[in-house]
């Protein structure tokens, strides 16, 4: 059995800051679970130009509020405290936070833990792992 707490690994290396946004990697590749699992803030005003080319993503909304644009047909989807939005077919997105959002994330494969987003807004498929925690 894994468990760990959030404030415990928001202190350590489990805790990932970039421009706009930052995540707790919770649950990682090196756990041998199938899938990673994080608590990602968006900070307040934040617009994040993303496409999962070699990942995919389900986010649910615990607080805040903002909105998800798809590219391909301009799409625009209200994000709200109890809203999943799934990220099936890699789609090409801009995610905006009005006001701080704190999300529950999937990533499948899972991430190794020091991934920060490319110039296209993804994901390596190989990374910097986190050590065991």
């Known amino acids: 059995m ?3 707490n959030l404030k415990d690994a928001e ?3 489990r805790r990932v800051v970039s421009e706009g946004w930052e ?7 090196n756990d041998n679970m199938g899938f990673s699992f994080h608590i990602t803030t968006i900070y307040e005003g934040a617009e994040l130009h ?3 080319q070699n990942h995919l993503e389900s986010v649910y909304c615990m607080s805040g509020e903002g909105e998800v644009e798809t590219i391909a047909d301009g799409k625009v989807y209200p994000i709200e405290p109890g809203t999943i939005y799934i990220l099936d077919k890699n ?3 801009i995610l905006r936070a009005r006001r ?9 494969p899972p991430l190794h833990g020091k991934e920060v987003h490319n110039a296209d807004g993804a994901y ?3 990374a910097e792992a ?4």
């Open 2 to 4: 894994i468990v760990r």
């Open 11 to 13: 202190k350590g290396d």
């Open 23 to 29: 995540s707790t990697r919770l649950l990682l590749k």
């Open 50 to 52: 993303l496409h999962y």
């Open 91 to 93: 789609d090409k997105h």
């Open 100 to 108: 701080e959002m704190k999300m529950a994330c999937v990533f499948n």
């Open 124 to 126: 390596e498929l190989e």
């Open 130 to 133: 986190v050590a065991d925690a």
